[in-house]
């Protein structure tokens, strides 16, 4: 890899989400830290976003959202990627600053932290824990474009693809560093909140097919995570002080 790469590639991802892309790239050109490249991939939207993009950016037909966030990893030529994808934000202006100094400090393949999730701290689990579900927001992981390799998105799957990809590449990744601050703010009502249902039995095959553990534990999890949906669903502020701290 040059040293002159940038340290950063901030993907995002976006389709007829004016409004939210407008946000994401206050966010990111208002980072402290400038050591970034910004790879736009649009799905060709129709909304007026075309108006918008930077130069070089991708705005073109795809297969959907993880088609597009591969085009971006292919784009990259950062020595970490992030996926922002519009309507995301990262927590404050200083966050990439952050990372840097915990990159240049642990050299890590990943690195994770917590999110902000409608005015809710929400504390990333141990990365330890991933057959139990996304151990924190995808938003809030930082990968080794290098430890990547060939690994993609799988296009097929329409939920859990990046549950999947972090399942695989925490399995390859050697130095992984959790950093205990909020890195991203996360759009509510996106599509994994509203096909949640999906999403636990695309993470329930993944883990099947990628021995991620054994069957009766996977069970479990699925049992698990379909009760706390039905806590979020009917006692959301109950869910709420279980889940998170403000």
Same mark, same amino acid.
């Given at each position: /890899?040059?040293? &002159?790469?940038? !340290? ?12 939210g892309?407008l ?6 050109? +208002? ?32 297969? +959907? ?24 934000? @990262?927590? &404050?202006? &200083?966050?990439l600053?952050?990372? #840097? ?10 690195? $994770?932290?917590?999110? !902000? ?10 990365h330890?824990? /991933? &057959?139990?579900? /996304? ?19 799988d296009?097929? !799957? ?12 925490? *399995? %390859? ?20 909140q %509203?096909?949640?249902? #999906?999403?636990?039995?695309?993470? $329930? ?10 069957p ?11 009760? #706390?949906? @039905?806590?979020?669903?009917?006692f959301? %502020? ?5 889940? #998170?701290? *403000?």
């Amino acid at each position: /890899m040059t040293t &002159d790469a940038p !340290l950063f590639s901030i993907i995002t991802v976006t389709k007829d989400n004016l409004r939210g892309f407008l946000e994401t790239r206050q966010s990111v050109q +208002g980072q402290s830290c400038r050591d970034y490249e910004w790879i736009i991939v649009d799905g060709n939207s129709s909304d007026g976003t075309k108006a918008h993009l930077p130069p070089h950016s991708v705005s073109e037909p795809d297969k +959907g959202i993880y088609d597009a966030m591969n085009k971006g990893i292919d784009r990259a030529t950062g020595q970490y990627l992030i996926f922002l994808n519009a309507g995301d934000l @990262f927590a &404050d202006m &200083d966050i990439l600053s952050a990372l #840097s100094k915990a990159i240049t400090a642990n050299n890590p393949d990943f690195v $994770y932290g917590d999110a !902000l999730e409608g005015g809710f701290y929400k504390k990333a689990r141990s990365h330890r824990k /991933m &057959d139990w579900g /996304m151990f924190t927001h995808h938003q809030a992981m930082i990968y080794r474009r290098e430890a990547i390799g060939a690994l993609r998105y799988d296009a097929d !799957l329409r939920i859990a693809a990046d549950y999947s990809f972090t399942l695989r590449f925490i *399995r %390859q990744a050697g130095n992984i560093h959790y950093i205990p601050c909020a890195i991203c703010i996360f759009e509510e009502g996106g599509l994994s909140q %509203q096909h949640r249902k #999906s999403g636990r039995i695309e993470q $329930y095959r993944e883990r099947a097919k990628y021995r991620a553990c054994g069957p009766v534990k996977n069970a479990v999890v699925y049992g698990g995570q379909s009760c #706390s949906a @039905f806590l979020r669903e009917k006692f959301p %502020q109950l869910y709420q002080r279980l889940k #998170s701290r *403000r």
